[in-house]
């Protein structure tokens, strides 16, 4: 069972290279691959979840070189969990592409891009909750965030370049102190490997260790979103096309999130800043609701709620005790799920109505009920609605944080409290808009263009529409002839609304809703698992032995 470990990272690397070998060509093929393969690391990350359920963590070293030298990869319980949840998201996104007609519309993108680049993701994914030292957990990051920037500035709007321009600028700029923290730990302890550095750091001065735990959790903040690093996500995420906006909000920030569990239970334990661990969660907490709350823009308000809702998961890091880590645990695979479900039911509504701007939408919920449903359930789920999922993660966090009873722990035991009901406010708020209330005068139709990328500013002879002419998402466009109405494209040419959405989308909607739905039916095993991952991650004894074999 070992050598599963490596398949789900080198699977998607694979098939990349065999998509940039082929081209455009066989877009029908390419797009078969593409959902193989992932189907198949889905697959791969249930029988690596249950079988470190069943034996304990398992690893495996590359090139049988032995730890510090050679790339060790670790499934353990977090691990095996983090990444089938990941890969069904994945799954569920790409399909969903595919039904936007993303990846296989425009002749200057074809498959050829999107889909290497989204595959090259998937591997960056997996290789960040699989690697077992600092140094490929570094690799992990960087392979996720080159495709990630590919993603994010596909298209090469002036929106969609300014956006990406800021996460790359911050991406930089983490990338560069974590190269700095990881230099300073070897110098320290002489190796990199988690294993290892669990017995050596405890023996490091406690300034040094201070230090290297301060420069990890900055890197790890600054990736995960946590106030007050997570200015640049608002304005970086909602630019995006919607599959990619929703595996970004649904994955990238987790993966800070997983690094800061990871960190701190295995190297840190009885970690020093857990006073301003909770801090940032409690701010996190409040300030990311507050904004969602001032948002009229509903790609705007998930972005907001999704720096609101770190602050729950960095509240069970910070506590550090077993039924705050479960509870923390349990709510990022919640919260992957629900918060990707929203970003493309999002898509649906910019693809139908032309705009995701709530003043300019309405009586969605009669005209289309499905989408209506759809938002609903997670939205719901979001909020903390007994007895979904969303509600077993919170009692969770807030029972750990009676049980622990000091007074960063009850601040945010009500910080929480109030988050929830704020988070529940914006909801209802999103549903009177765009789905309860009647549409309001001059709502976009059928055949609106939204964004056109061929319409520059500098073209002298359109300045005049270029004036009249809004970007996408600004709820205003352009009408076009009846019957040119054509999926979403990549480039940014024409992005037009439909009354009738392609199946794919509301498949991959309703199987991503399902799924959410499907934690609350299995909250029981859930819980009970995360309980036994909380409890390996505290012990540690388990993973070392696994990669030290002692």
Request: glycine share 12%; aromatic share 6%.
């Given at each position: 069972m070992n050598a599963l470990v490596p398949l789900p990272v080198l699977l998607p690397l694979c098939v990349t290279g065999l998509k940039l070998a082929i081209g455009p060509r066989l877009q029908r093929f390419q797009r078969f691959i593409s959902l193989a393969v992932l189907?198949?690391?889905?697959?791969?990350?249930?029988?690596?979840?249950?079988?470190?359920?069943?034996?304990?963590?398992?690893?495996?070293?590359?090139?049988?070189?032995?730890?510090?030298?050679?790339?060790?990869?670790?499934?353990?319980r977090l691990a095996g969990l983090m990444l089938t949840v990941s890969s069904a998201v994945t799954l569920l996104v790409h399909v969903y592409s595919l039904g936007q007609g993303m990846a296989d519309r425009d002749d200057q993108t074809p498959v050829g891009v999107f889909h290497p680049a989204y595959l090259i993701l998937v591997a960056g994914v997996s290789c960040t909750f699989l690697a077992g030292d600092l140094v490929n957990l570094y690799v992990g990051f960087e392979i996720m965030l080159v495709a990630s920037f590919v993603l994010l500035t596909i298209g090469g709007t002036a929106t969609r370049i300014r956006a990406g321009s800021t996460y790359v600028i911050i991406s930089l700029f983490s990338?560069?102190?974590?190269?700095?923290?990881?230099?300073?730990?070897?110098?320290?302890?002489?190796?990199?490997?988690?294993?290892?550095?669990?017995?050596?750091?405890?023996?490091?001065?406690?300034g040094a260790r201070t230090l290297l735990e301060a420069m990890l959790l900055t890197v790890f903040a600054i990736k995960a979103a946590v106030f007050p690093l997570a200015?640049?996500?608002?304005?970086?995420?909602?630019?995006?096309?919607?599959?990619?906006?929703?595996?970004?909000?649904?994955?990238?920030?987790?993966?800070?999130?997983?690094?800061?569990?990871?960190?701190?239970?295995?190297?840190?334990?009885?970690?020093?800043?857990?006073?301003?661990?909770?801090?940032?969660?409690?701010?996190?907490?409040?300030?990311?609701i507050l904004g969602a709350v001032a948002q009229t823009d509903l790609k705007r308000v998930l972005s907001f709620t999704l720096i609101s809702h770190i602050g729950y998961m960095v509240f069970g890091i910070a506590l550090a005790g077993r039924g705050s880590i479960s509870g923390a645990i349990v709510y990022v695979a919640h919260h992957i799920t629900v918060q990707t479900t929203l970003f493309l039911v999002a898509g649906l509504v910019e693809r139908r109505d032309g705009t995701t701007e709530l003043t300019r939408l309405?009586?969605?919920?009669?005209?289309?009920?499905?989408?209506?449903?759809?938002?609903?359930?997670?939205?719901?789920?979001?909020?903390?609605?007994?007895?979904?999922?969303?509600?077993?993660?919170?009692?969770?966090?807030?029972r750990a944080g009676i049980d622990n009873g000091g007074g960063w722990a009850w601040a945010l035991v009500a910080g929480s409290a109030a988050t929830s009901l704020l988070t529940l406010y914006v909801m209802a708020k999103v549903w009177n808009l765009a789905f309860w209330r009647d549409a309001p005068p001059g709502a976009?139709?059928?055949?609106?263009?939204?964004?056109?990328?061929?319409?520059?500013?500098?073209?002298?002879?359109?300045?005049?529409?270029?004036e009249e002419a809004p970007a996408a998402g600004s709820g205003r466009g352009r009408p076009v002839p009846a019957g040119a109405v054509v999926s979403a494209g990549l480039l940014g040419?024409?992005?037009?609304?439909?009354?009738?959405?392609?199946?794919?989308?509301?498949?991959?909607?309703?199987?991503?809703?399902?799924?959410?739905?499907?934690?609350?039916?299995?909250?029981?095993?859930l819980t009970t698992f995360t309980e036994a991952a909380a409890a390996e991650l505290l012990a540690r004894t388990p993973y070392i032995e696994a990669v030290l074999g002692r």
């Open positions: 189907g198949a690391v889905l697959v791969l990350s249930v029988l690596l979840m249950i079988a470190a359920d069943r034996h304990g963590p398992l690893s495996v070293h590359l090139g049988d070189f032995a730890p510090p030298i050679g790339i060790t990869l670790v499934a353990d990338s560069v102190l974590f190269l700095v923290a990881i230099a300073m730990t070897y110098a320290f302890a002489g190796t990199v490997n988690f294993a290892q550095l669990a017995g050596r750091l405890q023996e490091a001065p406690d200015a640049w996500l608002p304005d970086s995420y909602p630019t995006a096309p919607a599959p990619v906006t929703a595996v970004f909000a649904g994955l990238l920030t987790k993966v800070g999130v997983y690094s800061m569990l990871r960190t701190q239970t295995l190297l840190f334990p009885g970690h020093r800043l857990g006073d301003l661990l909770m801090l940032a969660a409690l701010a996190s907490m409040v300030v990311g309405g009586g969605l919920a009669k005209s289309a009920p499905l989408v209506a449903v759809l938002f609903f359930v997670p939205a719901m789920n979001l909020a903390g609605i007994p007895p979904l999922s969303g509600f077993i993660g919170k009692v969770g966090l807030m976009e139709g059928e055949g609106v263009v939204l964004e056109s990328a061929g319409d520059e500013p500098g073209d002298d002879e359109d300045d005049e529409e270029d040419q024409s992005i037009t609304t439909t009354k009738r959405l392609p199946w794919p989308m509301l498949l991959a909607t309703g199987a991503a809703v399902a799924l959410g739905l499907l934690y609350t039916v299995l909250g029981g095993p």
